[in-house]
């Protein structure tokens, strides 16, 4: 790994064996410039590796860094650590490009900031404010499980303890056997299911804490998403429609779930973020506006009463 102005021997690398039965030999731990130690947990998915590997470290910071990761630049961690000694920092993150194969076969560099609430890639974190603040994954999650974690750590942190870098400095490399990728571009469509469950275990987790404004918001940007995103045109396709209909039930549990709390939300606020998400999805051509759909009330109550709910384990 080529970086720049970084000492290696402040480093270690921890890698959790997730119900594996394999080992990496001596020879491979040795033949790097920094300490790298193997733990073996049941296989519990990434939720729970990611968590074992947090309980075994005593670092100061950590990345949680997949196979398919890499840095950008020679530089990037070393302008990573160059704020790492500010003691109100709990998190640096910097924006990051990723691999997207297009249907020709050739490969495009799509571009997320460090603003980015949904990845973990680009992202750095305290430690000790993460177990003083008992910040988790949710082992329930078995997909989604960063836009949890992340949201949830850029909540209890606010405006000002995180750093944005605007660099980009970070890569999310392609990779064919990831579960992102096998499913194809309409990823979010086919696991409806798990982006419910992880929004309603974010809920839950924010309304435990009290932390009821942040909640709010979420039921609000998750429900207000779905009926925006229910009229993309890529997901009106013959080949969605099976997928399309679940989703509906998949949100229809999640309505049911929160619905004393959308009721308590103004109209003016629904139609803000409705709007948010249509016109990102215009601006992708992916949006007639000039089609006729039901309105967000009336959509409401479909799923209130006519939609029959999955049964989401919560």
């Known amino acids: 790994m080529l970086q720049r102005n970084i000492k290696?021997?402040?480093?270690?690398?921890?890698?959790?064996?997730?119900?594996?039965?394999?080992e990496l030999?001596?020879?491979?731990?040795?033949?790097?410039?920094?300490?790298?130690?193997?733990?073996?947990?049941?296989?519990?998915?990434?939720?729970?590796?990611?968590?074992?590997?947090?309980?075994?470290?005593?670092?100061?910071?950590?990345?949680?860094?997949?196979?398919d990761d890499a840095f950008l630049t020679t530089v990037s961690l070393a302008m990573f650590l160059k704020f790492?000694?500010?003691?109100?920092?709990?998190?640096v993150t910097s924006g990051f490009y990723e691999e997207a194969l297009q249907p020709?076969?050739?490969?495009?560099?799509?571009?997320?900031?460090?603003?980015?609430?949904?990845?973990?890639?680009?992202?750095?974190?305290?430690?000790?404010?993460?177990?003083?603040?008992?910040?988790?994954?949710?082992d329930k999650l078995t997909l989604h499980e960063d836009s949890y974690f992340v949201a949830m750590a850029n909540m209890l942190l606010g405006k000002n303890n995180k750093i944005n870098l605007p660099e980009y400095l970070y890569l999310w490399q392609w990779n064919n056997k990831s579960v992102t990728r096998v499913n194809g571009c309409d990823f979010t469509l086919k696991t409806y299911n798990h982006l419910c469950i992880k929004n309603a275990a974010l809920a839950d987790e924010l309304i435990r804490r009290g932390m009821f404004v942040d909640a709010k918001a979420l039921v609000l940007r998750a429900t207000t998403d779905a009926y925006a995103n229910l009229g993309r045109l890529s997901w009106h396709t013959p080949e969605n429609i099976l997928s399309a209909e679940r989703a509906e039930k998949d949100i229809a549990s999640f309505i049911r779930r929160y619905d004393y709390i959308l009721k308590s939300i103004p109209e003016n606020?629904?139609?803000?973020?409705?709007?948010?998400?249509?016109?990102?999805?215009?601006k992708r051509k992916d949006y007639d506006r000039d089609a006729p759909r039901m309105t967000f009330q009336e959509w409401i109550e479909r799923a209130r009463h006519e939609i029959e709910p999955s049964r989401l384990v919560y």
């Open 8 to 22: 290696w021997s402040d480093f270690r690398m921890l890698i959790v064996n997730d119900g594996y039965d394999i």
């Open 104 to 138: 020709d076969g050739r490969m495009a560099f799509l571009r997320h900031d460090g603003k980015d609430y949904i990845f973990v890639h680009g992202k750095m974190f305290k430690r000790q404010w993460l177990v003083d603040n008992h910040v988790r994954f949710c």
């Open 269 to 282: 606020q629904i139609e803000q973020s409705i709007e948010k998400t249509r016109s990102w999805l215009v």
């Open 84 to 91: 790492a000694d500010r003691t109100d920092t709990g998190m």
């Open 25 to 67: 030999p001596e020879e491979f731990a040795g033949g790097w410039p920094w300490e790298i130690r193997q733990i073996w947990i049941e296989h519990g998915g990434i939720s729970r590796a990611r968590n074992a590997g947090m309980d075994a470290s005593d670092a100061d910071w950590i990345m949680f860094c997949d196979s």
